[in-house]
């Protein structure tokens, strides 16, 4: 008898590191559970997928192909801790890239039209002026790098990595995650053609308002089928029929599938006038014909929200913006103070517990800037001649651009483009105005924060508002130590901050090396080794209230602005993704010892 015949890859000597590499691939992989004996959650052929337009520089519109969609319909099992994280985080990195590449492709557009450049950027050639939205430019190069996530599997149910409550600007974004597949229509579904079962099997729809006939009470919703709407006037023209989306639905309730929720709230926050939150999963429980408003029939489905789940995002939202309005309405008991700064921030602070009778906060004198050492401050490091002599708003080719490398730190919203290992502001050696774009961080807070007791982190910190990704939220305050001082309240066991333990997460606000191999993280302006820690054992600000997260929300920027010492930078605090209102903000402090305790105790 012959000897088997072996395949490279048996006749290839084991290697551990590819065998641990493997075990975990094999793991993740068996996360993602087909449902067979159902005869609808089965594998099946990708379909082809549309081919979006993307307008190149100077080129006009050029087609480029996704990878094709799959219509393989799985589950994700139940995740341990270890596995959130790792999907959250693979959720963050497609969404910082997504969002950064957004805000370069607007600079530059921004450069462009005060350049007078046609056909370039977002601009069409042959001198169309109609610019190409930002977000589907962006989109569209993370297709082109196959960046879009869950392409390979269509997830029913939840998805790793995007909790309920989650909020977006833009509904590409949605589409990039895979969250919801379709740009335009509001019901997402495997169709018939591609489904093994032969039947369409819905899998989430986006409630955007744009239907006369829909009905909802949150928990409750009925929901309108597609088809047969005057897109200009938002009323009905013509009869609705049970194909497509419309038929999917009903068979995803004859299956007993669950349906992801994403409503669209009006925002003025927002950059397109409206945010998304994922609200969670539904079940349809009815499907009915009905006469609508306009006279014409149109297919309603009954949906029920299962129970167990996070309160939904868009509840969140109206709940925090009654409470800016009439907080007693909303609670009349658990406020301890509605400002423990006392007026030194801009916005109120408010302190909250319904938990127990704990008021550790008042106790602390309220600092909104930290109170730097006379010596790291003053002499060569306060020179006028430092700052710039812009006249009005700051731009390319001043003095406080070339500080930071030839190129300003934020947008014309304040957001930040790209994290640096130390950003410069313009201060008050500068001439330009309050309003200068280079002026961002020492403006102080923006929002609505609230110190909050927590039964899982002792005291939180949430927002009443809506924060964007890549904004500025607050910064850490205290008595700054020397080196020397640390040392000797150090071994007083009082609480110090310090600041060379927190990881450098700037590096991943800005990294687009997934769509650009050639990029490289900014190295300037340089950052010396930061020997200085914060006391917060008698004077802190909000900031100190931060839970520790190794996945966390937010992360520190070094900044300068009143002062020219590196060695003595603020800790600027910026969010690193959107914080739907009443989340809780994180950051990760690095090393967890007692002092991080003691913070949050």
């Known amino acids: 008898m012959s000897a088997p015949v072996m395949t490279p890859l048996q006749a290839l000597p084991p290697n551990p590191d590819e065998d641990a590499l493997l075990r975990e691939y094999y793991r993740l992989a068996s996360l993602y559970l087909s449902s067979a004996g159902s005869g609808t959650i089965v594998p099946a052929p990708a379909p082809a997928a549309a081919a979006p337009a993307v307008v190149q520089p100077a080129s006009g519109s050029v087609v480029k192909k996704r990878r094709p969609r799959s219509s393989e319909l799985v589950r994700v099992s139940s995740l341990g801790v270890r596995d959130q994280i790792y999907f959250r985080d693979l959720v963050r990195r497609a969404r910082i890239t997504f969002e950064c590449l957004r805000g370069l492709l607007l600079r530059d557009d921004d450069r462009a039209e005060a350049l007078g450049l046609g056909g370039v950027n977002g601009y069409g050639a042959g001198g169309d002026r109609r610019r190409v939205r930002a977000d589907l430019r962006a989109a569209a190069l993370m297709g082109e790098h196959d960046l879009w996530l869950n392409r390979d599997r269509r997830i029913v149910g939840s998805m790793p990595g995007i909790s309920v409550g989650d909020a977006f600007f833009y509904r590409m974004e949605i589409c990039v995650l895979g969250l919801h597949g379709q740009v335009q229509a509001g019901i997402d579904y495997v169709t018939a053609g591609k489904s093994a079962s032969g039947e369409p099997i819905a899998t989430s729809i986006i409630v955007s308002g744009g239907y006369e006939d829909d009905d909802d009470r949150g928990d409750i919703l009925v929901y309108t089928g597609h088809g047969g709407r005057d897109h200009n006037l938002h009323k009905q023209c013509v009869d609705q029929k049970l194909q497509g989306g419309n038929l999917a639905l009903e068979r995803s309730m004859a299956y007993g599938i669950e349906i992801r929720v994403i409503r669209a709230v009006k925002s003025r926050c927002s950059p397109v006038g409206k945010v998304y939150f994922y609200d969670g999963l539904y079940k349809v429980v009815d499907y009915w014909l009905d006469r609508g408003k306009s006279g014409f029939g149109v297919y309603k489905y009954k949906m029920l929200r299962i129970e167990g789940q996070e309160p939904m995002g868009t509840v969140n939202y109206r709940v925090a913006e009654q409470i800016k309005v009439d907080v007693f309405s909303v609670r009349p008991t658990g406020y301890l103070s509605f400002d423990i700064s006392m007026g030194r921030e801009l916005m109120p602070v408010a302190l909250y517990n319904d938990v127990d009778d704990d008021r550790d906060p008042l106790l602390f004198e309220y600092l909104a800037r930290p109170i730097f050492p006379t010596s790291a401050v ?199 993704e959107n914080i739907p209102p009443l989340r809780e903000l994180s950051i990760d402090y690095g090393m967890i010892d007692e002092w991080v305790g003691k913070l949050t105790m």
């Open 378 to 576: 003053q002499g060569k490091f306060a020179e006028a001649g430092n700052g710039c002599d812009c006249a009005e708003s700051c731009s390319i080719g001043c003095n406080c651009a070339g500080r930071n490398g030839g190129e300003f730190a934020y947008d014309k919203a304040g957001a930040l483009l790209r994290g640096k290992p130390l950003v410069y502001e313009c201060g008050p050696y500068c001439r330009c105005p309050p309003s200068c774009p280079n002026r961002v961080s020492q403006k102080g807070l923006q929002h609505r924060l609230e110190v909050f007791r927590s039964r899982e982190t002792g005291w939180g910190v949430r927002s009443l508002d809506l924060i964007k990704a890549g904004t500025f939220i607050c910064e850490f305050s205290g008595i700054v130590l020397t080196q020397q001082q640390s040392e000797i309240v150090a071994a007083n066991g009082d609480c110090l901050v310090r600041p060379n333990r927190f990881p450098p997460r700037w590096l991943d606000w800005g990294d687009i090396s997934d769509v650009n191999p050639e990029y490289v993280p900014p190295d300037h302006p340089a950052l010396p080794e930061l020997n200085f820690a914060i006391d917060v054992s008698r004077a802190r600000n909000v900031a100190c209230y931060f839970s520790h997260s190794c996945s966390p929300n937010v992360f520190v920027q070094f900044v300068l602005f009143d002062h020219y010492n590196a060695s003595y930078p603020h800790i600027m605090i910026f969010a690193m």
